[in-house]
């Protein structure tokens, strides 16, 4: 397992998250604006202020299991970061038993190649925690989709305000149909992570 490319990876997959966070912030400000805008629009939007609510709690949602995502990111880096320390000391010890033979220093790269096993398995596990985070985020995010969409159509009925609701709606579909080349790649490198 090299180290260095798990932090690069995890770096990654935290700008991926921050991305998503982003886009589920200006979509939670959008149905705001929506909602607002659906209210001076009367009976009329009354589909498109229902729908408008439905995406403020999709963003929502997907903010909190975006948070969960980075905790963990961030929980792997100071694992990796001890991964990477003890596999340099394993190589010192390692050298240093071949110019003395110690016990002592038996034991202790013993341990370290203990500890070293364990901080792989922490980091496999935090792995396998990301995909399951994730695949509540790709569903979140076809769900988002499936509004989006629905919001379209209920734009049609706005009236003399359609015209703002339509355009409301394509903002809607520009920030949700970003979302899943994010989490593709989010998932691309956890994938990597898990296989090594």
Known sequence: MDNHNDLAMIVKINEDIKAVVQLARNINLL???????????????????????????????????????MQLSYASVQTV??????????????????????????????????REAQLRKNTLETYEGLQNYLSEAEEASRFGSVIARSLKIEAT????????????????????????????????????????
């Open 31 to 69: 149905a705001l604006n929506a909602i607002i805008l659906s209210r001076k629009a009367g009976d009329v939007a009354l589909g498109f202020c229902v729908i408008s609510d439905e995406l403020r709690l999709f963003s929502k949602t997907l903010t909190k299991t975006m948070q969960a995502l």
């Open 81 to 114: 970061s001890l991964h990477q320390r003890h596999l340099r000391m394993n190589k010192l010890m390692a050298l240093a038993s071949q110019q003395i033979e110690s016990t002592t220093h038996c034991v202790n790269l013993h341990h370290n190649i203990e």
């Open 157 to 196: 009925y706005g009236g003399s305000f359609s015209h703002l609701l339509a355009q409301i709606s394509l903002d809607f579909g520009l920030f949700i149909d970003a979302i899943p080349d994010i989490i593709s790649r989010l998932s691309k490198n956890i994938n990597l992570g898990v296989k090594r």
